[in-house]
């Protein structure tokens, strides 16, 4: 087995089964595209809670709360009782007789139950996770309904959706036109929008899947937002018949962007738990770098974070390394996860326990810049990890507004996969604020050169932030990184000195900030070496990826 296998390393999806997922995604798409009935509409009504009030859910014990939460700024607390299982229930109306919805949320707590009043149900325990079922409609109005079970405890419950077509709601309003920015500023975004036709009872703004603002007049206010930063928005009207079709979307990006980006992250891998690990005031003397990520914080055991899973936060070798950086006026980032490993992600079982965790860290190094570098089945293909990071980095932002928060991610040749294009609009949903997404284009089946095709990753990343945020091309490459392997990867792709200079070069003229490579270990020549973890398997100077790297100028 590889060593390089066993630690780092990215996201791998072989091209043939690339191929086959294109294929499987255009048939659906194209499936869905050539139906003949109306699309699917949200039809439930107050499924996050984010109004801060319980309407139009009926609940014996319930109340809404701010944490825990799976996303948003609320959720339902449903205290069961020996006596009260602390049941909801919600009348949704406009369904369409005969025809197939799906209702679904997610839970928190032992003994969940989601179901429909006389229909399907299902349940589960744990801690956050879906539920879901799919049922067909009888008639033109269903009860849903969630709750706990006798003498279990508190449950938590969120984004509860019915999801299905809408086309048959009699007497519900027509959907609302012209949605329109109306005012800027540092924190808020001002709406307004044309009336509904038929009966409205008033309009509720939406950004993504979360409710945002609820109001009974033609415009609104949303408050409280990052400074420099970008949200789509949709508003529907409802009625006591249920909710309209979604207006038109608009993208607004409050102002203040004095600092479009983070500054220069220079910043190549260092891990110390295998390959040799190199001296680092060797390495900074004789190329210039002054900022290493530091790889890996895992687990050492639940959501307590240590290094690699075996070495002390604070007072091992990381931190002796750490502060010989620093002696030398360099500085760091840490890099949370990597492909294996006990992660914290899937063992902090709150974003506010994982936020716990990351603060943890950040205030035993006082750190500027943290890198969530998450791959793998356990968290970067997983919705709930994804999400629970997501959210927790958004409180990381919150309690410390100067750190820089990096996500790093595989790719394909063309950008995002599914699920790194899942991570970036959740990004966008759910407001984290994150500073850097950093793809790393290597194990991606390259056959070719591998500057062609980190650069095709890499405005495939641009394409996929400009979709979710309504960026410029400038503006979305300033939030970009680009993290290579030198040398040989695991699948024999070769990342030549040439060709990490003209990534370097690409990378400088486009104003893309984080520059880094797996890794300083194997920054070293071994002509014909294969994949190791202490050389890159090519003839090179000692230390010249790294020196290549420190000149990086955005």
């Known amino acids: 087995m590889l060593l390089l296998t066993v630690r780092k390393l990215s996201y791998r999806l072989g091209a043939a089964v690339k191929r086959i997922l294109l294929i499987l995604a255009l048939v659906a798409s194209t499936t869905l595209l050539g139906a003949p009935h109306a699309s699917a509409a949200e039809l439930a009504v107050n499924g996050g809670f984010e109004t801060g009030s319980l309407s139009p859910w009926s609940c014996s014990l319930g109340s809404v709360v701010t944490s825990p939460v799976h996303s948003g700024a609320r959720a339902l607390r449903g205290a069961a009782s020996s006596s009260d299982n602390a049941r909801c229930t919600q009348t949704v109306n406009g369904l369409v007789p005969g025809t197939s919805y799906t209702l679904s949320g997610w ?68 959907a ?30 939406y950004e993504g899947g979360i409710q945002r603002l609820q109001t009974t007049s033609l415009s609104g206010t949303i408050s409280g937002l990052g400074t420099c930063t970008t949200h789509t928005y949709t508003v529907r009207a409802y009625n006591a018949a249920g909710e309209s079709a979604g207006s038109n979307a608009v993208t607004v990006t409050t102002t203040g962007c004095t600092n479009p980006g983070p500054t220069a992250m220079k910043a190549p891998y260092l891990y110390l738990g295998w390959g040799n690990p190199p001296s680092v005031s060797t390495v900074m003397s004789a190329t210039g770098i002054r900022q290493f990520t530091m790889a890996f914080m895992l687990s050492g055991g639940g959501c307590t974070p240590m290094w690699d899973s075996q070495r002390p936060l604070t007072g091992g070798v990381d931190q002796q390394v750490i502060n010989q950086i620093r002696a030398g006026g360099g ?25 716990n965790a990351y603060q943890q860290v950040i205030n035993a190094y006082n750190l500027k810049f943290i890198d969530i570098d998450i791959e793998n089945t356990d968290e970067f293909e997983n919705e709930a990890v994804q999400d629970r990071i997501l959210n927790a980095l958004k409180i990381v932002k919150q309690n410390n507004p100067g750190i820089t928060t990096i996500i790093t991610f595989g790719t394909s040749q063309s950008g995002p996969t599914f699920w790194g294009t899942r991570l970036i609009n959740r990004s966008r949903e759910l407001q984290a604020n994150i500073d850097n997404f950093t793809i790393m284009p290597f194990d991606f089946g390259c056959t070719g050169n591998m500057f062609t095709c980190t650069t095709s990753a890499a405005d495939g990343l641009r394409n996929a932030l400009k979709a979710a945020y309504g960026w410029t091309d400038d503006q979305a490459y300033r939030r970009m990184g680009i993290s290579g392997m030198n040398g040989l990867s695991d699948q024999q792709e070769m990342t030549s000195l040439q060709h990490w200079t003209d990534i370097k070069n690409w990378a400088t003229a486009r104003h893309i900030p984080r520059l880094a490579f797996w890794s300083v270990n194997r920054d070293r020549p071994c002509p014909g070496g294969g994949v190791t973890s202490n050389c890159s398997g090519i003839s090179q100077p000692d230390w010249e990826f790294t020196r290549i790297t420190a000149s990086h100028a955005p």
């Open 107 to 174: 839970f928190n707590g032992n003994y969940t139950y989601l179901g429909v009043t006389g229909g399907a149900s299902t349940w589960r325990s744990g801690s956050w996770g879906q539920l879901s079922l799919t049922f067909t409609a009888s008639g033109g109005s269903v009860q849903i309904y969630f709750h706990g079970w006798y003498g279990q405890g508190a449950y938590h419950a969120d984004d509860i959706s019915l999801q299905g077509q809408g086309g048959g709601n009699p007497g519900g309003p027509g």
């Open 176 to 205: 609302p036109g012209n949605l329109r920015s109306t005012g800027v500023t540092n924190t808020s975004i001002s709406l307004a929008w044309n009336a509904s036709t038929g009966t409205v009872s008033g309009y509720r703004v």
């Open 331 to 355: 500085d760091i980032e840490i890099s949370f996860g990597g492909w294996s490993g006990n992660k914290l992600g899937p063992n902090c079982s709150t974003p506010q326990a994982l936020a």
